[in-house]
Nanobody, 122 residues
Framework: QAQLVESGGGVVQYGGSLRLSCTSS????????IGWFRQPSEKEREGVSS????????WYADFAEGRFTTFRDAAKNAVVLQMNDLKPDDTAIYYC???????????????WGRGTRVIVSS
């Protein structure tokens, strides 16, 4: 059973912004490594960003660098993905999940939630 819940998706025009939120009612996210992943239609899931449980160090995929920002909202027990300058290629279902660093790659661990759908119109 998924313990992380994603929200904030929707339909936005090219160049617009969305703020996604990842929350849990089961445990605190404040000391967890959390990653954002996305899966476009008929494509494989790919990493978007991650934030470490210690020091809040962040990592971004090349396509997200400079446009997306991930950070914690401790008061809401949430990890946020702020997405700006959205493009049609960003259309996908976005997921958050616990992660672990394997070598130089953030890998998902635990269960996937339902995700939140983002549609960027051209």
């Amino acid at each position: 059973q998924a313990q992380l819940v994603e929200s904030g998706g929707g339909v936005v025009q090219y160049g617009g912004s969305l703020r996604l939120s990842c929350t849990s009612s089961a445990f605190t996210l404040n000391d967890q490594n959390i990653g954002w992943f996305r899966q476009p239609s008929e494509k494989e899931r790919e990493g978007v960003s991650s934030i470490t449980g210690t020091h809040d160090t962040t990592w971004y995929a090349d396509f997200a660098e400079g446009r997306f920002t991930t950070f914690r909202d401790a008061a809401k027990n949430a990890v946020v993905l702020q997405m700006n300058d959205l493009k049609p290629d960003d259309t996908a279902i976005y997921y958050c999940v616990k992660t672990v660093l394997v070598g130089s790659t953030w890998s998902p661990i635990g269960s996937w939630g339902r995700g939140t759908r983002v549609i960027v119109s051209s």
